[in-house]
């Protein structure tokens, strides 16, 4: 069972950029598809970018493309999100999530693993 741990997240001002990143351990990272989300308040969690497996199919929401990039190292069992032009409204708890798959889940319910989630603040 694989174990993600985020990291990078903090506070920057808006338009400046953040990077944030989730370490796996415990599992296959290269099997597995692997997605960013984020929560402001309540249950729900926007999926804000994914990657397969190979890196090869991205995902990105509309209300992030042309300013965030999500990115994989298989060989350090590491995904990335390059936050860019940020805006006050990207500040959330970002949160990664994994799925052994060979797509690329757009949906909460599809993953099955997920991390503790790291706060980026993005102030006005």
């Known amino acids: 069972q694989v174990q993600l741990v985020e990291s990078g997240g903090g506070l920057m001002q808006a338009g400046g950029s953040l990077s944030v990143s989730c370490a796996a351990s415990?599992?296959?990272?290269?099997?597995?598809?692997m997605g960013w989300f984020r929560q402001v308040i309540g249950p729900e969690r926007e999926l804000v970018a994914a990657?397969?497996?190979?890196?090869?199919?991205?995902y990105y929401a509309d209300s992030v493309k042309g300013r965030f990039t999500i990115s994989r190292d298989n060989a350090k069992n590491t995904v990335y999100l390059q936050m860019n032009s940020l805006k006050p409204e990207d500040t959330a708890v970002y949160y990664c999530?994994?799925?052994?798959?060979?797509?690329?889940?757009?949906?909460?319910?599809?993953?099955?693993?997920w991390g503790q989630g790291t706060h980026v603040t993005v102030s006005s």
């Open positions: 990657i397969s497996w190979s890196g090869g199919s991205t």
């Open positions: 415990r599992g296959t990272f290269s099997s597995y598809a």
């Open positions: 999530a994994a799925r052994a798959t060979t797509g690329v889940p757009t949906t909460k319910g599809g993953y099955d693993y």
